[in-house]
């Protein structure tokens, strides 16, 4: 079935570093994806998001990269800080399918001091 | 700042018992969603809402229902829990601008 999935579910970074977190999707008719960031006990919590329209999209230290050709989407955290230390998944959506988000499994990024 | 609130926060239940988990949004979205997450699956819709009484199915609806009386509440019962209902349950509302704003879970226990 088609399903979003990261590529990795663990992701050890240097406090300093650039993190890229990577996520394959299948459903060819997605034209919206985002990415969450969760912290341990708390909601999943909005960091940026991409429409098909677009190929990058900057947020203050992230940026999304989307490449429909092989269908995947990227994040990439600059300086990671102790603070980026958390579960991050993608998650898309057909807009047309009442906005519906399927998520992937997600990576545990941890940051090493 | 969208507001979102869930209720209970905690619970532990007894298998075969009924639970409703309640959430309550402080704004008039028209959308709002329940999801489950689990370890090794990310999170994954329950049921939704396109309006007041207007509800639908999510890919793991069985042993779920909803309703929406109100545009503010969301409500999710487990009519008769089992040990598989086990979760955190997230509640969801879908903002103007494009994402979905979650809530602060609910986590339940069926014993």
């Known amino acids: 079935g088609e399903s979003v999935g990261l590529h990795l579910p663990t992701l050890s970074v240097q406090e300093g570093d650039n993190s890229i977190i990577n996520c394959a999707y299948s459903?060819?008719?997605?034209?919206?994806f985002i990415w969450y960031k969760q912290e341990s006990g708390k909601g999943p919590q909005f960091i940026i998001d991409i429409r098909s329209n677009m190929d990058k999209r900057q947020g203050q230290r992230v940026t999304v990269l989307l490449n429909k050709t092989v269908k995947h989407l990227s994040l990439q955290i600059a300086a990671t800080q102790p603070g980026d230390s958390a579960v991050y998944f993608c998650a898309e959506s057909p807009r047309s399918n009442d906005y519906k988000l399927s998520f992937g499994a997600g990576t545990t990024v941890t940051v090493r001091a | 700042d969208a507001g979102i609130t869930q209720s209970p926060r905690h619970k532990v239940t007894e298998t075969g018992t009924p639970v409703t988990l309640r959430c309550h949004q402080t704004e008039n979205h028209r959308y709002m969603y329940w999801y489950r997450q689990d370890p090794g699956h990310g999170l994954r819709l329950i049921h939704y809402?396109?309006?007041?009484?207007?509800?639908d199915k999510g890919e793991v609806s069985d042993g779920y229902s909803v309703s929406r009386s109100k545009t503010e509440d969301f409500l999710l019962t487990l009519e008769s829990a089992t040990s598989s209902q086990t979760s955190v349950y997230f509640c969801?509302?879908?903002?103007?601008?494009?994402?979905?704003?979650f809530g602060p879970g609910t986590r339940l226990t069926v014993t």
């Open positions: 969801a509302i879908q903002l103007p601008w494009g994402e979905q704003y």
């Open positions: 809402s396109y309006g007041v009484k207007d509800t």
């Open positions: 459903n060819s008719a997605s034209d919206y």
